[in-house]
């Protein structure tokens, strides 16, 4: 199943301005995800928001959990499952004929 994650943290708790903290957060938080997700589909951010996107596909959320480890103190993250749209029209069709 696909789901999309939104982390959001503010400037409080920002780790731009360290190195070190960085480096044990949004620096592997990637290979976290992808060590226990079933793919990352995708990872995206806005420096300037602080917020981070990512689409994973993962069979239960405790995978989701567990990958997002190193940034669950930063900030708070939301995270939606989603459908692929083409498919969805497809089926829409398909129960109104």
Sequence with gaps: MLFHITHH???T???AHDDAVVASTFGVVLDTLTENVNEV???WVD???HDFFFV???DD???I???????VSAGTAKIQP???YAVMIETRKQLNS
């Excluded at 959990?65 to 940034?71: D, R, V, W």
Aim: hydrophobic share 35%; with cysteine.
């Design 9 to 11: 943290h503010d400037e």
């Design 13 to 15: 708790t920002c780790p």
């Design 41 to 43: 589909i995708g990872a």
């Design 47 to 49: 420096p300037p928001g």
């Design 56 to 58: 994973v596909d993962a």
């Design 61 to 63: 959320v405790s995978q």
């Design 65 to 71: 959990f567990l990958g997002l480890g190193p940034i």
């Design 82 to 84: 989603v459908g692929d």
